[in-house]
């Protein structure tokens, strides 16, 4: 089976830097994906990751350890529009094959 | 390019009638995805196209739901009888290759209410 755990909400004010992390348990790993989604808009694609590792992507970045089931995605110099549900979202091939399997997401509010 | 597009944006109907969700995928994207996120809960998988064959559809609640992809381009998802259980959000995404880093097209949804 698989279940991703994130935390549901976050705070954080402009400027500042956020970490929002995410584990997961899963059978037949195949990549982590990030994704933004804005209230009543589609989830966008941040970030993948398949290899241990940071990947750095403008203000955005991911890290990924296959073997603590972990993942973080940082946004740095956060800015008013970085306010939205962030998705983890893992590739099982033993669940469902290439569809991807979420987590419950995490919705971050950022203030000035 | 337009991205993937979804009809309609909000559907409510009573229990018991049936609804249709429309799905177009991103042009020439084979892969098309349908998802659903009842409230309070993460986006979860119901099925996969490849072209017009069903490629995995274990995600599928029961047989009150049935999808099509007639041709291979677009996709239609109909609830019949829709039951009270099955309000939320249905998304449909679209990707072009089936390897490692897939990344997935996704549409706005459509907001399914049941009363």
């Known amino acids: 089976g698989q279940n991703i755990d994130q935390p549901t909400e976050m705070t954080a004010t402009e400027g500042a830097i956020v970490q929002i992390n995410c584990t997961y348990q899963?059978?037949?790993?195949?990549?982590l994906f990030w994704y933004q989604q804005h209230a009543g808009e589609a989830p966008t694609f941040l970030s993948y990751n398949v290899l241990d590792g940071l990947e750095e992507k403008g203000r955005f970045s991911s890290f990924l350890s296959r073997s603590k089931g972990y993942s973080y995605l940082l946004l740095k110099e956060l800015q008013m529009k970085d306010s939205a549900s962030y998705l983890c979202?893992?590739?099982?091939?033993?669940?469902?094959?290439?569809?991807?399997?979420f987590g419950k997401g995490t919705t971050l509010s950022v203030s000035s | 390019e337009a991205g993937v597009t979804q009809f309609p944006s909000h559907s409510v109907i009573e229990k018991g009638q049936t609804v249709t969700l429309r799905c177009d995928p991103i042009s020439g994207h084979d892969n098309l995805y349908w998802y659903r996120r009842v409230m309070g809960k993460e986006i979860k998988f119901l099925l996969h196209f490849v072209k017009e064959s069903k490629q995995d559809e274990s995600g599928m609640p029961n047989n009150r739901f049935l999808a099509e992809r007639t041709g291979g381009t677009y996709s239609t998802l109909k609830v019949q009888p829709a039951e009270l259980e099955d309000s939320g959000v249905y998304f449909c995404a679209s990707s072009q290759v089936t390897h490692g880093d897939e990344k997935l097209f996704f549409g706005s949804g459509t907001q399914l209410s049941v009363l």
């Open positions: 899963t059978s037949g790993f195949n990549g």
């Open positions: 979202a893992v590739r099982d091939l033993t669940q469902a094959g290439t569809a991807l399997i």
